[in-house]
């Protein structure tokens, strides 16, 4: 059987943002299993306009559709701002709809307290769009696992954690994947 595909989706979109640095050591890490694909997906490369205000035919808006139609599942890089997600991640978020349904997806995120508030208010987006968001959640602390608030150093202790997540991201995608097929052909 073909490899899942699994789409690293990074949140923000500021200048100076970390959340590269985040995806490139989650993928690091998922490359060594060898269970799936693993890309990164950078909302910012997309150009998305705010949901409403193009025609909604724009290159980025179709690019967009094609790349979260190619996934099977994902894993968000999720930072906190004012204790949610970004705005670029919701618009993300909305401008998509059957593309994100009946898959699965694992949430990695970052704050002052671990980005817990922003995990928290995306797992009630997810359930909305139907994709079944798993239960470990890696948290990395802006004090102890970033250098100066911008370089990177994460932890050892987070690792297992990476582990947990991506295992059960791959067996709840790879299983949706499974009814999603045999609901097509039957
Ligand atoms: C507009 C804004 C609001 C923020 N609000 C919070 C917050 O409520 N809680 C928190 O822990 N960190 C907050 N932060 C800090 C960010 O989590 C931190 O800057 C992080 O590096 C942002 O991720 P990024 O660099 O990938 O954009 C905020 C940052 C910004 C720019």
Do not use: C
Request: net charge negative; hydrophobic share 40%.
């Amino acid at each position: 059987m073909e490899k899942l595909k699994i789409g690293i989706i990074l949140g923000s979109t500021r200048k100076g943002r970390v959340s590269p640095q985040v995806g490139k050591w989650v993928k690091e890490i998922a490359d060594k299993r060898e269970d799936a694909n693993y890309e990164i997906v950078d909302i910012a490369a997309f150009n998305l306009p705010f949901v409403g205000e193009g025609s909604g035919k724009e290159p980025g808006i179709l690019a967009w559709s094609e790349k979260l139609s190619s996934l099977d599942g994902f894993v968000f890089i999720v930072q906190e701002y004012n204790h949610s997600i970004t705005g670029a991640l919701k618009n993300a978020l909305d401008s998509a709809r059957d593309e994100w349904n009946n898959k699965a997806a694992g949430i990695v995120s970052y704050g002052s307290t671990g980005g817990a508030r922003a995990a928290e208010h995306l797992r009630g987006i997810l359930g909305e769009l139907l994709v079944a968001d798993v239960r470990v959640n890696p948290t990395l602390s802006l004090f102890t696992d970033f250098e100066n608030f911008k370089t990177f150093k994460p932890a050892d202790l987070h690792l297992d954690n990476i582990h947990a997540m991506l295992d059960q991201t791959i067996a709840w995608s790879g299983a949706l994947k499974k009814i999603t097929i045999s609901l097509i052909v039957y």
